[in-house]
């Protein structure tokens, strides 16, 4: 498992430096070789307005989702994005699939598995829609455009419904937060991370006071 | 707007697009190589490999579906291969299309307007390129410090460890999921319907020791929670 943490670290930070790269030969291109530079005063306006836009997630994001995606997870999911509504829900997915505990090391391989192979299903479809200029969207059945509206919560929900089928308490416990947190007077961007140091908090103590009766029970 | 848009559609572009592309497929790649080879030392017989591979196709389709619709949003303004080397990568279609509003506007001009130069095009694409990077870098650069941290608490004790995964995937989906209940009663239902039939199909495969309908799972609520979500709109 070392060895494959190591290598994770290894590949993970190539293949992140070399997107870096690439992605930055786009804007480069267009400035320099054809010579369409806006000048670098109003790309650090932009730049500026970006980061005090959705800035803070940079941090905030890897950090939340991290212990549910774990290293090689980390490396995919943010490089590719779509962490909640694509690669966290076939994590989980796989992970049940081969009936893994959360947090092991088989849930760990059968989740960063579930994750790359979303990765490559999600690039192809995007590369397919664009590559025919959307031509497979508009053939759609409005009806089928219309039900997509609700792809979200339907994801987000499952995924809910997968975990506090396991342990109800807790899936109701999450909800109840999730709601709390929304409706509290918190800049908007960093209300899921509270949600889930509150989530976390709560469910560690309670597993702890479990554990305690356990043992209270186990020596009288 | 048209000679714009000639440039943001020109060959170069879809060559960089196409080599975001191959990056993203080579990572894949690489990780699903190192992955399976690690699998027997954690107790993952072939068998639950190919289940976990075809748990990840069935479960993405939807998802991935619905995130190429969006895309054809972006397309108009930014043209396609542009299109493709966002979204490809971190960043959603709701925050590269406010990353080139925000490019635009700090150039002095409104997206897709007649005033929207070439250059205000190199705008939007450093800003949504140089401001996509922030996550690319700090993963770049902390996980490994993560890793490092997640280890001490794991050594100290591991239960604790999975406590928290666990814990934290439920703070996740609980905010989400009551974020998208409060945008209407449809989506509510949605919510409940794709909850309910996720415990439902469990609880069966559970019970009758069925693989194929875990591996169907996601699947399987996906559909039963949009459709329901989409005909609760015709009453």
Known sequence: MDTFHHQAHFWGRLTLIGMIIATLMAPFYLSFVLGAHPGWETIIAGLIGYAAFIGVMWVLEPITYYPTLGIAGTYMAFMQGNVANLCLPCSASAQSAVNAETGSRKAEIAGTIGIAVACLVNIS????????????????????????????????????GQFAYKTPLYGGIALAIGIIVLFSPIPDTVKIVFAVILTVSVIVLLERRKDKRQEEKSTT | MKEVMTVANSIPLWIIAFLVVALVIFQAVIFLRITTKTAPNVGMSANEVRSAVKTG?????????????VVVALITLIGSPLTLMRIGIIGSAATETAAAGIGAQSFG??????????QALTNVVWTMCLGGTGWLIFTALFTKSLGNIQKRVAKKSAKTMATVSLAAMLGVFGFLTSEEMMLSVNHTITAIVAAGSMVIIMGIAEKTKTQWLKEWALGFALIIGMSTGYLSTLI
């Open chain 2, 57 to 69: 196709v069935i479960s993405s389709i939807g998802p991935s579906f619905g995130i190429a619709i």
């Open chain 1, 125 to 160: 479809a995007i590369v397919v829609v664009i590559l025919s200029g959307a031509y497979i969207v508009s053939i759609l059945p409005p009806a089928v455009e219309a039900a997509f509206n609700f792809v979200l919560p339907a994801i987000f929900g499952a995924i809910l």
């Open chain 2, 109 to 118: 001009v409104q997206l897709g307007g007649d005033d929207f130069t070439t």
